[in-house]
């Protein structure tokens, strides 16, 4: 790995070594053993990395945010339901094992409609001919 | 890791209206949030508007956290950049403040804690001089909590993209740190 490289790699991924993937970190550590501008660099990305942490961590909420904050639920009233059909189990579980029930019985119904066993079949030319030596035979 | 739970905890009682439950949320966030959200709409009047968003949408959709998923932090982190990239694409940029924003009193002795405030002002005043995509990917990469993947989804780029503008962006705040220091 070149400087160039290793310097593309930190302001592509950053200075945190989890975050280059196995055989960047390898060929990194070799790198880093032999260059000492390699480690300069390394050094600078964490700096600004942990400036930036710091700037995060210490920039506070002015009190007049944290006052609107508080205020957010006597001002803004909650548009999704706060109790389930069912205790315990989400309102869209309760309405998700309605559908697929409902979707079901209506898939059995067509299903039935369309397989439904009616007899054999009967040859109507049989039954006429049975029917009159049927006949024949009272005679 | 016990913060964790407690969140989660909390976020399940905010789901079912608990407005003491969503004030300790609140309190223990309000300052991240109003960071990150400082960080990339770069004026304090516009972050605190994204802020009190974030914590509105909190408010009313907590039913859509899944513990499972990803940590609280990590989720409320999404909705703070979501929230700040659509505020930003619905407003033209404002001009950047003069003033860096609110810091907590440092502990230590005055001369560390000045020249830790000099540092704190140059870094606020470089992130602060970036185009917007380039301060919006820098602050999303430095925040830890998202990796360029989620980043990049989260501006609607590519990871590539992501790169490019985190490459440009970091080349920008070392020359703009490397001046200043030149500079006194």
Not at chain 2, 30 to 55: H, P
Not at chain 2, 104 to 109: F, I, Q, R, Y
Request: include cysteine; charged fraction near 25%.
């Amino acid at each position: 790995m070149t400087l160039q490289e290793f310097q593309t790699l930190l302001d592509t991924r950053g200075p945190d070594p989890a975050a280059w993937g196995v055989a960047q970190r390898l060929r990194t550590r070799r790198l880093l053993r032999r260059s000492a501008e390699a480690r300069r660099r390394l050094a600078a990305a964490r700096a600004l990395a942990h400036g930036f942490e710091t700037l995060q961590t210490e920039t506070v909420a002015p009190a007049r945010l944290r006052a609107r904050l508080r205020a957010i639920p006597a001002t803004h009233p909650r548009t999704v339901p706060d109790t389930a059909a069912i205790p315990g189990l989400p309102a869209r579980w309760w309405t998700a094992g309605a559908a697929l029930g409902l979707s079901c019985f209506l898939a059995g119904m067509a299903m039935g409609a369309v397989w439904l066993d009616d007899g054999p079949e009967v040859d109507l030319a049989t039954v006429v001919y049975a029917q009159v030596t049927s006949e024949e035979d009272w005679q | 890791m016990g913060e964790r739970e407690d969140d989660d905890e909390l976020v399940a009682r905010v789901a079912q209206g608990d407005a003491d439950a969503f004030e300790v949320l609140a309190d223990r966030h309000a300052d991240r949030v109003f960071a990150l959200s400082r960080r990339i709409l770069g004026n304090d009047a516009d972050a605190e508007d994204a802020a009190q968003e974030v914590f509105v949408r909190l408010w009313t959709r907590a039913d859509r956290y899944r513990p499972g998923r990803a940590r609280f932090t990590t989720w409320l982190y999404r909705v703070t950049t979501n929230t700040c990239l659509n505020m930003r694409r619905g407003t033209v940029e404002a001009p950047m403040p003069d003033s860096p924003p609110e810091q907590a009193a440092p502990d230590g002795d005055p001369e560390t804690a000045a020249e830790a405030a000099l540092q704190r002002e140059r870094l606020t005043k470089a992130i602060d001089g970036l185009p917007a995509n380039q301060r919006t990917a820098v602050s999303l990469s430095l925040q830890r909590e998202f990796s360029n993947r989620e980043a990049a989804a989260a501006m609607t780029i590519s990871v590539k993209a992501l790169e490019a503008l985190l490459v440009r962006a970091r080349r920008s705040l070392r020359a703009a740190l490397a001046g200043a220091r030149d500079g006194g």
